[in-house]
């Protein structure tokens, strides 16, 4: 054996090991501290709403003690989760579930439809249409508020849960969401339905919409998220308790005098939880639906 190979360096085994055991804790920490930046005003909030009064949320305020409940009581969601009263926010509550399961159901049939016509129809100037999605997307929505108002208003929707839910179920950005997804299915699979004879609804209702349910997914938790915290113009289509959302209803609380800090925390969290449950429903496919785009990207 030579002297080369009796001196050749061992490998620094634990050398690596720290090396690589330091950066797990290095990224651990990093994630601990981003959950908790994220995480903390959702559970100041929700302490906050178990507070019965609000001078000593604004007591609290500023030091850790906001973060601290000595004495939780429910009577806040006891005033707020009423059905009549001058503020019903159980009414707003429900009013804005109606409004986002029919948003959220209509825009993915209307938009998957509208993106499987795009990708597979016999559709002349589909590059043209495509260069018109993007251009609307562009568009701030504010600045057609005022011409929708009136349209709303001539066709006496005015104060209804319909005023809410037809304007929105058509988005460009959805559409052209779903029609790239939809335009890396193989051909095959397109022209093998059309030899077993079925027809453009069949196999876009059998064959497309089953093999999109994460694009799908993602379409209805962006969708859902911003029907969810929709305010200007719920603001300006509603004038009675009937149809109007509980974003709406929670502004209410914040008058010129005073505000109501307790009231409105508990509000915040009826209004939190059901589209934190909405989320946690959808996010296996919509993380599933990311990976898949890279991916094939």
């Not at 100041?44 to 030091?63: N, P, T, Y």
């Not at 806040?76 to 707003?92: K, S």
């Not at 058509?170 to 939809?182: E, G």
Request: contains cysteine; proline residues 6%; glycine residues 6%.
């Amino acid at each position: 054996m030579t002297t080369a190979a009796i001196k050749r360096p061992r490998p620094k085994v634990k050398a690596t090991f720290l090396g690589y055991a330091v950066a797990d804790l290095v990224q651990a920490g990093a994630v601990l501290t981003i959950a908790l930046v994220i995480v903390s005003p959702l559970f100041l909030l929700f302490v906050a709403s178990l507070k019965a009064d609000r001078f000593q949320i604004l007591a609290d305020m500023g030091s850790f003690r906001a973060f601290w409940v000595s004495d939780p009581s429910l009577q806040n969601y006891r005033e707020v989760a009423t059905f009549d009263g001058a503020l019903p926010m159980g009414r707003y509550l429900v009013n804005s579930m109606i409004i986002l399961a029919v948003t959220v159901c209509g825009g993915i049939f209307v938009n998957s439809m509208a993106a499987f016509v795009l990708a597979w129809g016999r559709l002349p100037g589909r590059a043209l249409i495509l260069a018109l999605l993007i251009g609307l997307y562009i568009v701030p929505q504010e600045s057609i508020v005022l011409p929708l108002l009136s349209m709303v208003t001539k066709a006496g929707l005015a104060d209804s849960f319909t005023a809410q839910v037809l304007p929105w179920l058509a988005s460009p950005l959805y559409i052209f969401l779903l029609y790239q997804f939809f335009r890396q299915i193989p051909q095959d699979i397109y022209d093998a339905a059309i030899i077993d004879g079925a027809s453009p609804w069949r196999i876009y209702w059998s064959v497309f919409l089953p093999m999109s349910a994460p694009a799908l997914a993602t379409v209805a938790i962006l969708l859902g998220i911003e029907t969810w915290n929709q305010y200007l113009w719920p603001l300006m289509v509603t004038q009675t308790n009937w149809s109007r959302p509980i974003s709406v209803g929670i502004a209410s609380f914040f008058g010129h005098d005073s505000v109501y800090w307790n009231s409105a925390m508990a509000a915040s969290v009826l209004m939190m939880a059901p589209v934190l449950v909405f989320y946690l429903a959808f996010q296996s496919w919509f993380v599933s639906s990311f990976i898949s785009s890279a991916v094939k990207g």
